[in-house]
């Protein structure tokens, strides 16, 4: 089974501050993927990646970049921390081919103040 | 607007008895997966049902992409089963889009 960890598990930022989630996966996946979990909203997806140097936007990119230096390694970068971005992340990966599940870390839950 | 729309939202159960978990989904399928989740913890994967019916000890996913939904049935329910059921569409590019969950409560 793919592993697939996260760093921080919890974090407590200050509005305007620089915050940055880590993800990474031993599996040797091609494809990997954040998202967050609201209360009314589920899952949403934010960013994801097709392999290193790859980033795209996903359905809620505002206030996020993404960055992939590497085929286990995943990042998520709050430049400027807001409140509104309070919620617990989740980082994922999967395999390239068409159709495969994917596996997730277990989430890192973040407090904007 | 929401591409998947699950049902019900949550669902009290006595230990024993079955359950049936739905999802509709409005745009084209590829796949429709089934995901657990604990309360506070990470999702597992249950099911990848692109279209028919799997099964898995007690849990049934049965997939009818002519009339765009999906259910998960869970069968003989047990305490365990206790936590949140998602349902999500995948589309290209390996995309997953969510249903907003099923919580499951299984009394004793």
């Known amino acids: 089974e793919a592993a697939v960890t996260q760093s921080p598990r919890n974090k407590v930022a200050v509005t305007g501050g620089k915050v940055t989630l880590s993800c990474n996966q031993t599996?040797?996946?091609?494809?990997m993927y954040w998202y967050r979990q609201d209360t009314g909203h589920g899952l949403r997806l934010i960013h994801y990646?097709?392999?290193?140097?790859?980033?795209e936007k996903g359905d809620i990119p505002d206030g996020y970049k993404a960055s992939r230096p590497s085929q286990e390694n995943f990042s998520l970068i709050l430049e400027l921390a807001t409140p509104s971005q309070t919620s617990v992340y989740f980082c994922?990966?999967?395999?390239?081919?068409?159709?495969?599940?994917?596996?997730f870390g277990p989430g890192t839950r973040l407090l904007v103040l | 607007g929401q591409q998947v729309q699950q049902s019900p939202a949550s669902l009290v159960l006595q230990e024993g008895e079955n359950a049936e978990l739905q999802c509709n989904f409005s745009?084209?399928?590829?796949?429709m997966q089934w995901f657990y989740q604990r309360p506070g913890g990470s999702l597992v994967s249950l099911f990848y049902?692109?279209?028919g019916t799997k099964h898995s000890g007690r849990l049934t996913s049965t997939t009818v992409i002519k009339e765009r939904r999906s259910s998960l049935h869970i069968s003989s329910s047990q305490t365990t089963d206790s936590g949140t059921y998602l349902c999500?569409?995948?589309?290209?590019?390996?995309?997953?889009?969510f249903g907003k969950g099923a919580k499951l409560t299984v009394s004793p």
């Open positions: 745009t084209s399928l590829n796949s």
């Open positions: 049902n692109p279209s």
């Open positions: 999500a569409l995948e589309s290209l590019g390996s995309k997953l889009s």
């Open positions: 990646s097709y392999g290193a140097g790859s980033t």
């Open positions: 599996n040797n996946h091609n494809n």
């Open positions: 994922a990966s999967g395999d390239a081919n068409w159709g495969r599940t994917q596996y």
